[in-house]
Nanobody, 128 residues
Framework: QVQLVESGGGLVQAGDSLRLSCVAS????????MGWFRQAPGKEREFVTA??????????VSADSVKGRFTISRDITKNTLYLQMNNLKAEDTAIYFC???????????????????WGQGTQVTVSS
């Protein structure tokens, strides 16, 4: 079984930075991709950024709204996925979820339905 646990959320001001972490346990070596999604109050869950890896190389993809501000990375030795968020804006306020895919994929998936496991989420609130 796979378990994903996010942490690092909090209340910050616009322009500040935060780093979210997602610690994975279980079948972590079978992951083909991991990603971050978010859900703001009254809105649907949306894709933020994801990373996949094949043949020793990794590939990332990000939503236009976070490009240049958010960076996804993974520390295999710690089974941890990170989301470095810089220059936060009020519109980044949401619950952030970590997700993992164990099914083979040739692309870096951006749809929530493409992921197999989810964390419980961590709240990020940005005051303007």
């Amino acid at each position: 079984q796979v378990q994903l646990v996010e942490s690092g959320g909090g209340l910050v001001q616009a322009g500040d930075s935060l780093r979210l972490s997602c610690v994975a346990s279980g079948r972590t070596l079978s992951f083909y991709a991991m990603g971050w999604f978010r859900q703001a109050p009254g809105k649907e869950r949306e894709f933020v950024t994801a990373i996949s890896w094949r043949a020793g190389a990794s590939s990332t993809v990000s939503a236009d709204s976070v490009k240049g501000r958010f960076t996804i990375s993974r520390d295999i030795t710690k089974n941890t996925l990170y989301l470095q968020m810089n220059n936060l804006k009020a519109e980044d306020t949401a619950i952030y979820f970590c997700a993992a895919r164990v099914r083979f994929s040739t692309i870096t998936p951006t749809a929530g339905s493409e992921y197999d496991y989810w964390g419980q989420g961590t709240q990020v609130t940005v005051s303007s």
